[in-house]
């Protein structure tokens, strides 16, 4: 087995793939986060499209459960 001259175990992860994990998922946060900011209607429509989907869940909601009455998107 070679041997290198760093004491770290076989296993460890690298420091550069913590790194990508990272900025990746500060990027996807935020960018939900600006879709949601930028484009309210689009992301509330999204949102129900994937809520009025059949799920494991037995129950069943309607638009009007999911979004108060003064808010849904016309």
Same mark, same amino acid.
């Given at each position: 087995m070679p041997t290198s001259g760093r004491n770290t175990p076989p296993d460890a992860i690298p420091s550069q793939a913590i790194a990508? #994990? /990272?900025?990746? *998922?500060?990027?996807?946060?935020?960018?939900?986060?600006?879709?949601?900011? #930028? /484009?309210?209607? *689009?992301?509330?429509?999204i949102a129900i499209v994937g809520l009025n989907r059949r799920t494991m869940f037995t129950r069943e909601y309607s638009i009007t459960e999911v979004v108060p009455a003064g808010r849904a998107a016309s």
């Open positions: 990508l #994990f /990272l900025v990746l *998922t500060f990027a996807i946060a935020w960018g939900i986060l600006t879709a949601f900011i #930028f /484009l309210p209607e *689009t992301m509330v429509a």
